[in-house]
């Protein structure tokens, strides 16, 4: 067999070959499996084997082992040997094309989007506001929206919130209760989101979901790497960011519905993050998107440590699964380990139960979609080596890849356009000259009034109000829209 065969993926053999249909690859997966049992290698190759076949991939690199994907594999004689024990006949080293990207604008081009684009339910789940401060935010956001001022960053926000707090008693009338104390829990928690560095997140150049879904001079797709060790420190801000990536996804990708291969492969790692603390509804509409992206054209592949990470309703549409060896100390693991064995097609000469605790490193149990869609019995698998190195890039390595990076001097330079913290800001000069000028009128020269726009100021505004209409800002999509 060979690395490739058309149409399918291969995962690993010693003794039936396992391989991810492409066609199916768009109804997601899952790889679970203890800490040090492999897991980061099964995404390492699967990331190989998707770009190889020209699907572009994004996935978070907690750890920084990833990184090496953008450089050859060193010879092994270990590898080479795992290579040979499976049948793969024409396994040699090769790199990955790469694209580095960090939030912190470190260790890779920055990713960034609006406060607009991320929405006042997404951005309430980041800053765990309660239900009264999430409503006191989504004034914040009807009020830009009215008065054409656009949100582009936290300082926007903290402007917007401060112009609130002080206009309370008008706005109230028309939008309902605003309180003072919300407002002051909302700007404590902006104040701990930029000590955290959330605050490089929001801005512009803002991402543009294109270049996440590049392929190289030879068709082989680009692998969007996320410098994620730094930004693991701050949980909530890694879980959301994921979050809002999957839901722009879901919003701005047209429907294709089963493509011969998917349009772009979405790896979430420490995935139970995403769930941990989560209300309900929020759980609700994580699975009604992962089930309807697959028409987009996406697939998505959760990693954690534990099926049971994962909540039902959403591990039941993960069809692909690379399940790597449990832990069985405690009476809850050996109720982990019986539950995960039995969501596996029973195979006659595996028992699951049993191979699950017994698995070396870089063994699994695979079990993947093939025909019309229904799930191959179970097999344990030794998983196939991996062509680039095993390992992190260096950081002169990492800097070569980013000076040939394809979306170089993209995003690496910010942007601060008026927005709202500038727009109120003049108004604020303009207010305590009103009163003198009224009472000069006679005196002095015919004066444009102080209340009356420019016809700069007019198109600014009108722009803004049509900006601020227009802005996605729906949790997950336009199916967030209907909430409260």
Not at 54 to 72: E, R, T
Not at 362 to 367: H, Q, R
């Amino acid at each position: 067999m060979t690395d490739s065969e058309p149409g399918l993926l291969f995962i690993g053999g010693g003794g039936k070959p396992a391989y991810l249909t492409l066609r199916l690859a768009n109804r997601h997966g899952l790889i679970a499996g203890a800490t040090g049992t492999g897991k980061t290698v099964t995404l390492q190759i699967l990331a190989e084997g998707f770009s190889a076949a020209g699907v572009p991939v994004f996935l978070a690199d907690v750890k920084g082992d990833l990184s090496g994907l953008c450089l050859d594999g060193a010879p092994n004689p270990k590898l080479t040997e795992r290579a040979t024990e499976i049948g793969l006949a024409d396994y040699k080293p090769r790199r990955a094309p790469v694209v580095f990207w960090d939030l912190f604008g470190e260790k890779g081009h920055p990713i960034r989007t609006t406060v607009s684009e991320m929405g006042p339910l997404l951005l309430s789940r980041l800053l765990d506001l309660s239900d009264a401060q999430e409503g006191t935010l989504s004034i914040v956001f009807q009020v830009a929206d009215d008065e054409g001022l656009l949100l582009l960053d936290l300082k926007d926000l903290r402007a917007l919130l401060q112009y609130i707090g002080e206009q309370k008693g008008k706005l109230s009338t028309r939008y309902g209760n605003v309180n003072a104390a919300s407002v002051g829990a909302i700007q404590r928690r902006l104040l701990t989101l930029e000590q955290q560095g959330g605050d490089h997140f929001f801005g512009e150049p803002a991402l543009d979901l294109r270049d996440l879904m590049r392929t190289d001079f030879d068709g082989r797709g680009f692998v969007n790497i996320l410098a994620a060790d730094k930004l693991m420190m701050s949980p909530r801000l890694y879980a959301t960011f994921l979050l809002w990536l999957l839901s722009e996804l879901f919003e701005e990708m047209p429907e294709v519905g089963d493509p011969e291969k998917p349009r772009l492969v979405f790896f979430f790692d420490e995935a139970h993050l995403l769930f941990d603390d989560a209300p309900k509804a929020l759980v609700d509409k994580v699975e009604q998107v992962v089930r309807l992206i697959r028409s987009k054209g996406v697939g998505v592949y959760f990693v954690s440590q534990s099926p049971m990470d994962i909540p039902d309703d959403v591990l039941g549409q993960l069809g692909n699964r690379v399940q790597h060896a449990l832990r069985a100390f405690t009476p809850r693991d050996q109720k982990t380990v019986r539950a995960t064995a039995e969501t596996f097609r029973r195979n006659p000469a595996l028992d699951a139960e049993t191979a699950l605790t017994e698995l070396g490193v870089g063994e699994a149990l695979v079990s993947m979609l093939e025909g019309k869609g229904a799930p191959s019995v179970v097999e344990r698998v030794l998983i196939r080596p991996p062509c680039s190195r095993l390992g992190p890039a260096s950081d002169g390595e990492r800097r070569a890849a980013l000076e040939a990076s394809p979306v170089r001097g993209r995003y690496d330079t910010p942007l601060d356009r008026v927005s709202a913290y500038e727009m109120l800001a003049e108004r604020a000069e303009q207010m305590p000259q009103q009163a003198p000028r009224e009472t000069t009128r006679a005196e002095a020269p015919p004066r444009r009034p102080s209340n009356r726009l420019t016809t700069t100021e007019v198109v600014m505004r009108e722009v803004g109000r049509t900006l601020g209409r227009e802005i996605i800002r729906g949790i997950l999509g336009s199916i967030f829209k209907g909430r409260r």
